[in-house]
């Protein structure tokens, strides 16, 4: 089995900075997901890491760390359509390579 | 074609009915799952098919019945639900189902009620 812990909620102002955290434990590590999730809408992927430091992806990135368990997904330049819940996904090659969720954190961008 | 097709979008039912969710994809997946989803809450994983053969069961009550009859198709058939069963079931699919880069593709769900 595996923890997965991140914020609930956190709010931010259009065209700053957000940093969401994620701490997991689990014993048979396979990577490491972000995914975006609108109200009543699927969730949809934004990245992946397996290996140590930083991945971007234009206004996104994430960062892992597998030594802490710990990874962040940065969003730069928030627009208000980036209002959403955030969900980390930790993939664990003893759980049959399924993604297990943490609980998603909610931001809010304000104007 | 990056979709994965839910049916229905919205479903309600009553606790002695028998209903099915279907869910297709055509990107050649060959793993392919059903996860349920309460307001507010993470998705749980609930059946993970690779290779049309059940991989993962996560000790869910058989009131819920998984079937893959083809690479393609996966439903969800449903029978003597209970109220607190309502919720998103998200069907998604992956390519293989065997880890690395494979990200999971999501349908965007349907929303059942149970009265």
């Known amino acids: 089995g595996q923890n997965i812990d991140q914020p609930t909620e956190m709010t931010a102002t259009e065209g700053a900075i957000v940093q969401i955290n994620c701490t997991y434990q689990t014993s048979g590590f396979n990577g490491l997901f972000w995914y975006q999730q609108h109200a009543g809408e699927a969730p949809t992927f934004l990245s992946y890491?397996?290996?140590?430091g930083l991945e971007e992806k234009g206004r996104f990135s994430s960062f892992l760390s597998r030594s802490k368990g710990y990874s962040y997904l940065l969003l730069k330049e928030l627009q208000m359509k980036d209002s959403a819940s955030y969900l980390c996904?930790?993939?664990?090659?003893?759980?049959?390579?399924?993604?297990?969720f943490g609980k998603g954190t909610s931001l809010l961008v304000t104007p | 074609d990056t979709e994965v097709t839910q049916t229905p979008k919205h479903l309600v039912m009553g606790m002695t009915n028998k209903k099915s969710l279907k869910c297709e994809q055509h990107?050649?997946?060959?793993?392919m799952y059903w996860y349920k989803q309460k307001a507010k809450k993470p998705p749980e994983l609930m059946f993970v098919y690779s290779y049309e053969k059940l991989s993962i069961n996560e000790s869910v009550p058989s009131r819920f019945s998984p079937e893959c009859p083809n690479s393609s198709l996966l439903n969800l058939h449903l029978h003597a639900l209970q109220p607190e069963d309502s919720a998103l079931y998200l069907c998604?699919?992956?390519?293989?189902?065997?880890?690395?880069?494979?990200?999971?593709?999501f349908g965007s769900g349907t929303q059942l009620s149970v009265l």
């Open positions: 998604a699919s992956s390519q293989d189902g065997t880890g690395g880069d494979e990200k999971l593709f």
């Open positions: 890491n397996v290996l140590d």
């Open positions: 990107m050649g997946h060959r793993a």
């Open positions: 996904a930790v993939r664990d090659r003893n759980s049959g390579y399924a993604l297990n």
